[in-house]
């Protein structure tokens, strides 16, 4: 039933990487895993994993792309203002009692295409907020955590409509596989001297303790404020449950969060940002004391202003990442039309909620002090891609300039 | 990657009747959908009438047999005395807040065959325990539920030894098809017409009003009392939401509470017990006031005892069932080693927890009422067939025998 072409080897290697690096689970630790129902053959394996690691229970909630169609083209109007907020109430408790969290993304990134925009924001917004309990303990890193991707025939079509979609599954497999690093025999050590090369940027910044950040290139002149006591991170970072973890498989940024009263200027989009099934392109926005004040879009412009409108704080900043052209993933020249791949390939920005975790001694702040340090407060958290191999950044401290990033490369 | 070679027309007729007289799904309600991943063609088709029957909310929980058998090889031994207590404490949330219940049954019977009957035990315990929230919603019929099968392939392969996987799946498929009546065009008018011939027994039977059933057969001499204002139910119900569903598809029994503490004699079962993933066969039990006090099995003795040792009323009846043996499952002649059908093909009991529904008037009955009236309360429900052609049973009344059925069929 579950047949592939893909490499089994591989597959097993993601899966331990996962387990082992990216959530670094601990013995007598649960484990909860989110996928879709098509890449069951790595959350069997990831669940070997799990449990030759020590955990004591792992669960797998399952989604599939066409039960949520279903709803869609089937459901009363009613439906679109719900969510399972008992279910998101039930993760909240898990995370409280010892729990890691595995997500798996691999769905086709274009799945609400035809449907009603009305629809999706309102759908959106219902499942903000009702899984707030589970997602804050993650914003705020209360638990280790970690995502990988699986590469699903209907993604991999939309990332090489040319190929057919067992070759386009293949060529999407061999692609997440490169950008995962588990081409290696030993991935756990490439992940290492990957993260001790992160470490070094992160720490050249915190250094500096820049006021600000000052793109410049097409379309784009943007003074970002950094806030009061940011951290900058990047790469494996320590949970408050002590773990030290690897969020993001893969990842290439390292990243801090900005003072969400002190944007200013105008920045364009250099990729397609593809939000919950729905893709937008083209983005120009004007910030003004932190705030989007204007928005356009080439494509999906009603989507993203459904984003903005969703809360207050979903017009203002909650991250920069900073990475270079040359990644991996840029140099690819793949288009993954997926977050957690394409925010690897450019410097890229965040609306909404700021990670707790990117200030100085996070553990003992309280969400007042975040506040007061001018970190942004939301339901959402959507990143998308602002760099290019075009873009300048200056660093601005005391008055003086540094370079930070030049023709979309680091200058240290 | 999920073809099948099951009639399609049937499987979104067994979805069809689920939704709209298994659960009787009402316009507002929620629906938490439990099922093996193999199910999901049947679960998107429930997904789809589910909607259109009005759902807000669809929630399908996947399970998958090969994650569970990882556990068994990979988990530290701490492992088996956890169950996922958040999961259970959500659906209970959720059944509380107008959810219905739709339990998709297809699993390989003897799946944990290989693995060690203490860790089984342990694990159904923490099992019970957990899920409790979730089950006694059922057990005391707050909510409309139903439970339909998928003829799932390893389980095929168990009921048709004899023909090569797909062959098998397709007879298990044509044989659950026909026992859930979805071969009529009109599933819906083939139900309503059974339901009012199980009415009949169940009318007559509370007629009746019965203070003892006496079981006479090959090795089986088993005077089973009634509980207080029992009431003998069968086919469709009223749950206390208001809603009248048909709980089991398929079903053949008329059903009730018996008094826990006055069962006498003995009884031997007459088809094989599947029970979560083990075989149990040949049973003979000695009841002395309620309560069993001698248990033998030919096979699986050491899981049975197990069971029976789960808490003080395991080792009491919670339910007693009549069906004749000309019943169509039993003149099938296939043992579907799984209770939802197998129960159907003979006379039955059941250990543990009674149902609160087969008592009078049970929506204004307290937990004390049920136990004074004889109601049974443990974590676990498990019936076992002790019917066949060969059985007799009277009913007594204030001393007179009234004969309920003679050679396995019904007398009235």
Same mark, same amino acid.
Request: a neutral charge; proline letters at 5%; hydrophobic letters at 35%.
């Given at each position: 039933?579950y047949n592939?072409?893909?490499?089994e080897?591989?597959?097993?290697?993601?899966?331990?990487?996962?387990?082992?690096t990216?959530?670094?689970l601990?013995?007598?630790?649960?484990l909860?895993?989110t996928?879709?129902?098509?890449?069951?053959?790595?959350v069997?394996?990831?669940v070997?994993?799990a449990?030759?690691?020590?955990?004591?229970?792992?669960?797998?909630?399952?989604?599939?792309?066409?039960?949520?169609?279903?709803?869609?083209?089937?459901?009363?109007?009613?439906?679109?203002?719900?969510?399972?907020s008992w279910?998101?109430?039930?993760?909240?408790?898990?995370?409280?009692?010892? =729990?890691?969290?595995l997500?798996?993304?691999g769905?086709?990134?274009?799945?609400l295409?035809h449907?009603?925009?009305?629809?999706?924001?309102?759908s959106?917004k219902?499942l903000?907020?009702?899984?707030?309990?589970?997602?804050e303990?993650?914003?705020?890193? =209360?638990i280790?955590?970690?995502?990988?991707?699986?590469?699903?025939?209907?993604w991999?079509?939309?990332?090489f409509? %040319?190929?057919?979609?067992?070759e386009?599954?293949?060529?999407?497999a061999?692609?997440?596989?490169?950008?995962?690093r588990?081409?290696?025999?030993?991935?756990?050590e490439?992940?290492k001297?990957?993260?001790?090369n992160?470490?070094?940027?992160?720490?050249?910044?915190?250094s500096?303790d820049?006021?600000?950040l000052?793109?410049?290139?097409p379309?784009?002149?943007?003074?970002?404020?950094?806030?009061?006591?940011?951290?900058?991170?990047?790469?494996?970072?320590k949970?408050?449950?002590?773990?030290?973890?690897?969020?993001n498989?893969p990842s290439?940024?390292?990243?801090?969060t900005?003072h969400?009263?002190?944007?200013?200027?105008?920045?364009?989009?250099?990729?397609?940002?593809?939000?919950q099934?729905?893709?937008?392109?083209?983005?120009?926005?004007?910030?003004?004391?932190?705030?989007?004040?204007?928005?356009?879009?080439?494509?999906g412009e009603?989507?993203?202003?459904?984003?903005l409108?969703?809360d %207050?704080?979903?017009?203002?900043?909650?991250e920069?990442?900073?990475?270079?052209?040359?990644?991996?993933?840029?140099?690819?020249?793949?288009?993954?039309?997926n977050?957690?791949?394409?925010?690897?390939?450019?410097?890229?920005?965040?609306?909404?909620?700021?990670?707790?975790?990117?200030?100085?001694?996070? %553990?003992?702040?309280?969400?007042?002090d975040?506040k007061?340090f001018?970190?942004?407060?939301?339901?959402?958290?959507?990143?998308?891609?602002?760099?290019?191999?075009?873009?300048?950044?200056?660093?601005?401290?005391?008055?003086?300039?540094?370079?930070?990033?030049?023709?979309g490369e680091w200058v240290?």
């Open positions: 039933m592939t072409k893909i490499d080897t591989k597959i097993d290697r993601l899966a331990n990487l996962a387990v082992n990216g959530l670094s601990k013995p007598g630790q649960d909860l895993i996928s879709p129902v098509e890449a069951l053959p790595l069997r394996r990831i070997v994993h449990y030759r690691a020590g955990a004591n229970l792992v669960t797998p909630l399952f989604s599939d792309p066409e039960i949520t169609l279903a709803r869609y083209e089937n459901a009363p109007d009613t439906s679109f203002d719900k969510a399972a279910l998101y109430n039930g993760m909240g408790e898990a995370f409280d009692n010892n =729990t890691a969290r997500a798996i993304v769905d086709d990134p274009m799945l295409e449907q009603d925009p009305g629809k999706i924001g309102r959106n219902a903000s907020n009702a899984s707030k309990p589970a997602r303990r993650i914003t705020t890193f =209360t280790n955590w970690n995502i990988v991707a699986w590469p699903g025939k209907a991999a079509c939309r990332v409509p %040319e190929l057919s979609a067992e386009a599954q293949k060529s999407l061999e692609a997440i596989f490169a950008a995962s588990v081409n290696n025999a030993n991935p756990h490439m992940w001297k990957h993260n001790e992160l470490k070094q940027k992160s720490s050249w910044l915190n500096m820049f006021d600000f000052h793109y410049k290139g379309g784009t002149d943007l003074k970002v404020g950094l806030a009061k006591n940011h951290e900058w991170m990047g790469g494996a970072s949970s408050q449950n002590g773990i030290t973890c690897n969020p498989i290439e940024e390292v990243f801090t900005p969400c009263l002190k944007v200013d200027g105008h920045v364009s989009s250099t990729k397609p940002l593809s939000h099934g729905s893709l937008i392109e083209g983005i120009r926005v004007e910030f003004k004391e932190g705030k989007i004040i204007n928005a356009k879009a080439d494509k009603k989507v993203f202003n459904k984003v409108d969703s %207050e704080g979903a017009r203002r900043l909650g920069v990442a900073l990475v270079p052209d040359s990644s991996p993933i840029s140099q690819s020249n793949i288009l993954f039309y977050t957690l791949f394409d925010e690897n390939a450019a410097c890229h920005i965040a609306l909404g909620q700021c990670y707790s975790k990117c200030f100085k001694n996070f %553990e003992s702040l309280t969400n007042d975040i007061s001018g970190g942004n407060s939301s339901m959402i958290h959507i990143d998308w891609m602002i760099g290019s191999k075009d873009i300048n950044i200056d660093g601005i401290k005391e008055n003086n300039l540094i370079p930070v990033f030049r023709n240290n």
